[in-house]
Each structure stands twice: as structure tokens, then as C-alpha cells.
T-cell receptor, first 116, second 113 residues
Framework: GAVVSQHPSWVICKSGTSVKIECRSL??????MFWYRQFPKQSLMLMAT?????????EQGVEKDKFLINHASLTLSTLTVTSAHPEDSSFYIC????????????FGPGTRLTVL | AQSVTQLDSHVSVSEGTPVLLRCNYS??????LFWYVQHPNKGLQLLLK??????LVKGINGFEAEFKKSETSFHLTKPSAHMSDAAEYFC???????????FGSGTRLQVQP
């Protein structure tokens, strides 16, 4: 149980285009989902927290107009990188937390974004 | 506030020898602590977690960790390393509120044949 999927697993796009990444909780309802960013050989940095049906809460330094997060249902959250630039190239990982797992988060496999 | 310090950025062991990955934490309340493993270009897999029950926690693949409140440590150990253990390991502390997890900087484990 507690499986989280991400789609796509990798994406290459041109500079200036927008990219949408999906995060799904497959066998539980995720009241809260988190989006992380990981640069090569670095740790995960929390970008934002989203609760179903409400606006996401962004960490300091993360541009909410550039990284659009939607959590429209209890099983799906999306991250859209708008007007992507090469410096946005990174590994994006989502995680989900349901009612019962108050402190544990279940992580998706990650999405590798490369912006040319 | 909470923080996590992984004392070694890189650890190299020989196959069959013990593994020790060190982690110290700071938290203003009783924390939950986790160890995750990440293989190259993969997501995170939970190895084990401490949530205020037994201080010695056993996880998957032969790993275990001991919560020592007096030392504010949560070191990860394994009696005998396997080649497949080579990966990045993250010590994580959980708190309350929206910033639920704080990650350590990671320790890269290399296993020599």
C-alpha cells in the first residue's frame, strides 16, 4: 500500500515552454502533497505544500507564479513549470501524506526535467 | 525548529564489512526520525522509521538504527554490506506544521568488492 506515482518520469523541453508534472496517490487519499526539488548530488529541498482544495503554500524563495501547483482531488496534484529555463532543470519529487500517516510521507519516483 | 546533520558526506566500505552512517538531529519536541535510501535517478525508499516506540528500530534489507535521545543521534547500521547497498542515504526528521520533513544533506555509500 501507500504507492505514489509520477508522470512523466523524464521530460526534455525547449526554453520558454511549460511543463506539467503529475503526482498521484494510487491506493490512498492524500490530504497533503509536497513537492521537492533536488539538484545533482544535493539533498531534497521542499518547494511547496499543497492541501486538497486549497492554495499551495510555497517555501521562501520559490516563485509561485513560476511553479504552479494544483491539488484538485485527494489523489492528484500537479506541478507546472511555466516558461521553463535551463536553470529549472532538476529532479522533481513529490510525496503524499494521508490522514493516518501523520508524520510519514510516501515519495514518488521523481521526474527528471531537462530544459534546453 | 528542527535540523538534521549527517556527519559524513561519503562513506566507503568493503563488501561484507559493517556499515555505519551517522546522523544527529535537533528538535524542540519529540521527533519522528526516518532513514531513506535513493538509488541513482530514482525516488526515495523508506528504510526505517522511529516514532517514539522502541529505540532500536529494524528496517528493510538488514538495516537498523538506534535512537539515542541523550546523544541526539539516530545512526544507521548494517552488519554486512552488500554491493546493492551502494546508494545515497538521507536522514530525515519530522516535525509538526506544514514543513513536515527536514532532510539531511545525504551520505553517499560506496561498497567496494
Amino acid at each position: 500500500g501507500a504507492v505514489v506515482s509520477q508522470h512523466p518520469s523524464w521530460v526534455i523541453c525547449k526554453s520558454g515552454t511549460s511543463v506539467k508534472i503529475e503526482c498521484r496517490s494510487l491506493d490512498f487519499q492524500a490530504t497533503t502533497m509536497f513537492w521537492y526539488r533536488q539538484f545533482p548530488k544535493q539533498s531534497l529541498m521542499l518547494m511547496a505544500t499543497s492541501n486538497e482544495g486549497s492554495k499551495a503554500t510555497y517555501e521562501q524563495g520559490v516563485e509561485k507564479d513560476k511553479f504552479l501547483i494544483n491539488h484538485a482531488s485527494l489523489t492528484l496534484s500537479t506541478l507546472t513549470v511555466t516558461s521553463a529555463h535551463p536553470e529549472d532543470s532538476s529532479f522533481y519529487i513529490c510525496s503524499a501524506r494521508g490522514h493516518q500517516q501523520t508524520r510519514e510521507q510516501f515519495f514518488g519516483p521523481g521526474t527528471r526535467l531537462t530544459v534546453l | 525548529a528542527q535540523s538534521v546533520t549527517q556527519l559524513d558526506s561519503h562513506v566507503s566500505v568493503s563488501e561484507g564489512t559493517p556499515v555505519l552512517l551517522r546522523c544527529n538531529y535537533s528538535s524542540s519536541y519529540s521527533p519522528s526520525l526516518f532513514w531513506y535510501v535513493q538509488h541513482p535517478n530514482k525516488g526515495l525508499q523508506l528504510l526505517l522509521k522511529y516514532t517514539s516506540a522502541a529505540t532500536l528500530v529494524k528496517g528493510i534489507n538488514g538495516f537498523e538504527a538506534e535512537f539515542k535521545k541523550s546523544e541526539t543521534s539516530f545512526h544507521l547500521t548494517k552488519p554486512s554490506a552488500h554491493m546493492s547497498d551502494a546508494a545515497e542515504y538521507f536522514c530525515v526528521v519530522s516535525g509538526t506544521g506544514r514543513r513536515a520533513l527536514t532532510f539531511g544533506s545525504g551520505t553517499r555509500l560506496q561498497v567496494q568488492p
